[in-house]
């Protein structure tokens, strides 16, 4: 995958924190200036609009793109006949510094993955994929394992290996 922005994944089972850890980690590279891009993958149905709103009735009438534009930002609705590969979606990204994806667990990326003992029984991104791990106890994966409330420890990593790609 050819991209000009750094990209790292975080991955891991359902309910095991990766919404709240993702959170911590983009404030703490927001407050170190950079510009963060986030993509969330679903294997679920979403409905992207609100019901009788200009926007979904432009869309349900048959708009294949659909762009609403107003003060402080402008948010893209773009049909698919397929699900779209990450590669799709990372290309329609741009102005920021680092692109975080949560989910499509297969991309060819670095991963952290987020494991809770007590809430997932094994890791799901296997060990040779793993830039570091996020866990409520200690892993022995071979890489950096960070404490779920540790959003600086994993910026860090994050800063000098993905971002300045210092390794």
């Excluded at 149905?45 to 762009?67: L, S």
């Amino acid at each position: 995958m050819e991209t000009s922005i750094p990209v790292i994944g975080l991955a891991g089972y359902s309910n095991s924190g990766k919404t709240t850890f993702l959170e911590k980690l983009i404030a703490e590279l927001k407050r170190r200036g950079y510009r963060v891009g986030i993509i969330k993958h679903t294997h679920h149905p979403v409905e992207f609009d609100q019901p009788a709103k200009d926007t979904w009735r432009h869309a349900r009438a048959g708009a294949d793109v659909v762009a609403l534009a107003a003060p402080g930002g402008v948010s893209l609705i773009k049909k698919f006949d397929h699900e779209p590969v990450a590669e799709k979606v990372i290309s329609m990204i741009d102005g920021v510094d680092v692109i975080v994806i949560e989910g499509y667990k297969k991309g060819k990326w670095p991963k952290i993955e987020i494991f809770q003992q007590g809430v997932t029984e094994r890791p799901v991104i296997p060990a040779e994929e793993l830039l570091a791990v996020v866990s409520n106890v200690p892993q022995s994966a071979g890489v950096p394992c960070f404490g779920l409330n540790d959003a600086v420890g994993t910026a860090d990593l994050i800063e000098r290996v993905i971002i300045k790609k210092e390794i």
